[in-house]
């Protein structure tokens, strides 16, 4: 297997393992922000609620994760169907232009849809479970 480029405004090779393109068509970078606010809220609980909320809090943590990377796969995809990916030229990596993915080829609109709602749909999966430990009062924040 060939090295990953070192930014993601060079092609990928195509014959790249299809996980290691769904893993950087989210975005993993911009991850770090949902970490950090979410760490902040874990790290307000008091210790006793700690030890014994730790499985809900970690649960909460990686559905929060997928949920960003869910929606930078999803932003790919409007973003090329409005083409504001493709006419965005003079990018300022990696923060205007999207992940390239869909105008180089790596991924096609429609794997990149199924990719974002995939991860959407384990996150809805994740967080209906995630109510029934946690209670329904979860579910009423989840709406707001």
């Given at each position: 297997m060939s090295p990953v480029p070192s930014s993601l405004n060079e092609p990928l090779p195509q014959h790249l393992a299809a996980s290691a393109r769904w893993w950087l068509a989210t975005r993993t970078a911009f991850l770090s922000v949902t970490l950090m606010g979410a760490l902040l809220g874990i790290a307000a609980c008091q210790p006793a609620e700690w030890l014994q909320g730790w499985p809900k809090a970690v649960l909460g943590l990686l559905l929060v994760l997928l949920?960003?990377?869910?929606v930078n796969v999803i932003n790919d995809v409007a973003d090329d169907v409005s083409g504001c990916d493709a006419a965005n030229s003079e990018r300022?990596?990696?923060?205007?232009?999207?992940?390239?993915?869909?105008?180089?080829?790596?991924?096609?609109?429609a794997e990149m849809r199924r990719l974002g709602y995939g991860l959407m749909a384990v996150v809805v999966v994740g967080g209906l479970w995630l109510v029934t430990l946690a209670g329904p009062w979860l579910l009423a924040i989840g709406f707001v």
């Open positions: 949920a960003h990377a869910a300022c990596f990696p923060f205007t232009g999207g992940s390239r993915f869909i105008q180089n080829g790596v991924l096609s609109r």
